[in-house]
């Protein structure tokens, strides 16, 4: 497909919370002139919005029967004509057809050169830390998800990779931790669960200086809370994008997913040798899901936003409530920065409750429309404990949570109905409004 430059696609209308600057978000800086697997610009939809990138990136109809949608492509195996001449596919770890239209598709919604899937957003996030060695160290937050913090502490720790917790808002603390053997720095914005913002760009710049000890480090944004909708870190000075699709690219809690982006041909090549060499890679059903997901990502997104809005405003009103995290608020410390360099501020919202852990276990167990439940970003509402829940494995780290602190991924029910089931839990550990 080819195209005229799209409209802009911010026409979506959706945010109640408004102040967002827009730029960059759809010329994006594509590269041209990559024609393999999961590189998206062979199909000439650099001048489109990211609507119909969603729609249509890798997903032309099929040449044999027309069929609007990719085939679900099962084999396993791939006949070969010749010994050694294929047709692109060998054998399907290595290469899938409906892994390479949702490389493709999702490459081409967060701007890269290419894009690589996994089955699951600790896999990708695992070979992508296959490109360190033992003696490398690298900056994680202090904040991130206890699965990622695990992975890089307990399982390449006593590999030889080295890691130092850094509050990445802080940049003079990131230029005081960077060591001469820091390869890599890891964000989460906004992070979970403390939906902290990291200036990317700013961060790019300390990062890739790394002239201080006369080398750079690679930036690796998680991207999973924001979406390549709300933010795309390579076009602000990312080195690598990687994502938990389980989260809003799926979007309806049905498939486990991950995935990794990056405009450098020779870091993906490095990428895809251990995505085939490792083999954590997804079935051709979850592929066909999370592709389906993506589609409709920005109505989603923009709805999430909007309830999300009206949710952490609630909450800041509620007497059970201290604190409320949630980059858009105008208190919120990253909210200058989230608001440059993100199109909405996200479904996420946590809260801090006056009444400590007693008060978070009650409200997280009085909720009906938010249910009581890990993971985040689909279309229904849920409510969890990141203390005791999504967080426990780091409990005694320098990532531990708050116990008082109740995460929400607000979903696009009707909102008014969201506001009242919070309210009436709320009521039960802090008097009526
Ligand atoms: O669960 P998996 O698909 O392996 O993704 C891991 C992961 C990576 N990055 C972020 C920011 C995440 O939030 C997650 C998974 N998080 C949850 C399951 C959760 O409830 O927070």
């Given at each position: 497909?080819t195209g005229?430059?799209?409209?802009?696609?911010?026409?979506s209308?959706?945010?109640?919370?408004?102040?967002?600057?827009?730029?960059g978000?759809?010329?994006?800086?594509?590269?041209?002139?990559?024609?393999?697997?999961?590189?998206?610009?062979?199909?000439g939809?650099?001048?489109?919005?990211?609507?119909?990138?969603?729609?249509?990136?890798?997903?032309?109809?099929?040449?044999?029967?027309?069929?609007?949608?990719?085939?679900?492509?099962?084999?396993?195996?791939?006949?070969?004509?010749?010994?050694?001449?294929?047709?692109?596919?060998?054998?399907?770890?290595?290469?899938?057809?409906t892994?390479?239209?949702?490389?493709?598709?999702?490459?081409?919604?967060?701007?890269?050169?290419?894009?690589?899937?996994?089955?699951?957003g600790?896999?990708?996030?695992?070979?992508?830390?296959?490109?360190?060695?033992?003696?490398?160290?690298?900056?994680?937050?202090?904040?991130?998800?206890g699965?990622?913090?695990?992975?890089?502490?307990?399982?390449?720790?006593p590999?030889?990779?080295?890691h130092?917790?850094?509050?990445?808002?802080?940049?003079?603390a990131?230029?005081?931790?960077?060591?001469?053997?820091?390869?890599?720095?890891?964000?989460?914005?906004?992070s979970?669960?403390?939906?902290?913002?990291?200036?990317?760009?700013?961060?790019?710049?300390?990062?890739?200086?790394?002239?201080v000890?006369?080398?750079?480090?690679?930036?690796?944004?998680?991207?999973?809370f924001?979406?390549?909708y709300?933010?795309?870190?390579?076009?602000?000075?990312?080195?690598?994008?990687?994502?938990s699709?389980?989260?809003?690219?799926?979007?309806?809690?049905?498939?486990?997913?991950?995935?990794?982006?990056?405009?450098?041909?020779?870091?993906?090549?490095?990428?895809?040798?251990?995505?085939n060499?490792?083999?954590?890679?997804?079935?051709?059903?979850d592929?066909?899901l999370?592709?389906?997901?993506?589609?409709?990502?920005?109505?989603?997104?923009?709805?999430?936003?909007?309830n999300a809005?009206?949710?952490?405003?609630?909450?800041?009103?509620?007497?059970?409530?201290?604190?409320?995290?949630?980059?858009?608020?105008?208190?919120?410390?990253?909210?200058?920065?989230?608001?440059?360099?993100?199109?909405?501020?996200?479904?996420?919202?946590?809260?801090?409750?006056?009444?400590?852990?007693?008060?978070?276990l009650?409200?997280?167990?009085?909720?009906?429309?938010?249910?009581?439940?890990?993971?985040?970003?689909?279309?229904?509402?849920?409510?969890?404990?990141?203390?005791r829940?999504?967080?426990?494995?780091?409990?005694?780290?320098?990532?531990?949570?708050?116990?008082?602190l109740?995460?929400?991924?607000?979903?696009?029910?009707?909102?008014?109905?969201l506001?009242a089931d919070?309210?009436?839990?709320?009521?039960?550990?802090?008097?009526?409004?």
């Open positions: 497909m005229p430059g799209a409209t802009s696609g911010f026409e209308g959706g945010f109640e919370s408004g102040g967002f600057e827009s730029g978000f759809e010329s994006g800086g594509f590269e041209s002139g990559c024609f393999e697997s999961g590189c998206f610009d062979r199909w939809l650099e001048g489109w919005g990211f609507e119909t990138r969603a729609i249509h990136a890798g997903q032309e109809p099929d040449r044999v029967t027309g069929a609007v949608l990719p085939p679900l492509s099962l084999a396993t195996t791939y006949a070969q004509d010749a010994v050694g001449a294929h047709r692109g596919y060998e054998y399907s770890r290595s290469a899938n057809p892994r390479a239209t949702l490389e493709t598709a999702l490459a081409a919604l967060e701007g890269a050169r290419r894009g690589l899937a996994f089955a699951s600790l896999g990708a996030e695992d070979a992508v830390l296959h490109l360190l060695r033992p003696g490398d160290h690298l900056l994680v937050p202090r904040d991130a998800y699965g990622t913090y695990r992975l890089v502490d307990r399982v390449w720790g590999l030889g990779v080295a130092t917790p850094v509050d990445l808002a802080d940049l003079d990131v230029r005081a931790a960077l060591r001469p053997s820091t390869r890599m720095v890891w964000a989460e914005t906004p979970n669960p403390l939906l902290n913002i990291v200036d990317i760009a700013a961060l790019a710049e300390v990062v890739h200086g790394g002239v000890h006369g080398q750079g480090a690679l930036l690796v944004v998680d991207n999973t924001a979406t390549p709300l933010q795309r870190p390579l076009a602000l000075g990312a080195d690598i994008v990687v994502h699709t389980t989260k809003y690219l799926g979007g309806h809690s049905d498939v486990v997913g991950g995935f990794v982006a990056t405009r450098d041909g020779a870091r993906a090549d490095e990428i895809a040798f251990f995505q060499a490792i083999g954590a890679v997804p079935s051709p059903f592929c066909y999370v592709l389906r997901g993506a589609k409709t990502l920005a109505v989603r997104m923009d709805r999430h936003c909007g809005a009206a949710v952490a405003d609630r909450l800041a009103s509620h007497p059970a409530v201290g604190r409320v995290l949630y980059p858009g608020l105008a208190t919120h410390p990253g909210h200058q920065v989230a608001a440059r360099q993100m199109r909405g501020f996200g479904g996420m919202v946590s809260f801090v409750l006056r009444g400590g852990e007693t008060a978070a009650e409200v997280a167990r009085s909720t009906e429309l938010f249910t009581l439940a890990e993971s985040l970003g689909a279309v229904e509402s849920l409510i969890e404990h990141p203390h829940m999504t967080h426990s494995s780091v409990a005694d780290s320098p990532l531990a949570v708050d116990p008082g109740l995460r929400l991924s607000v979903g696009i029910e009707t909102g008014a109905d506001l919070l309210t009436q839990a709320l009521d039960r550990v802090g008097g009526p409004r």
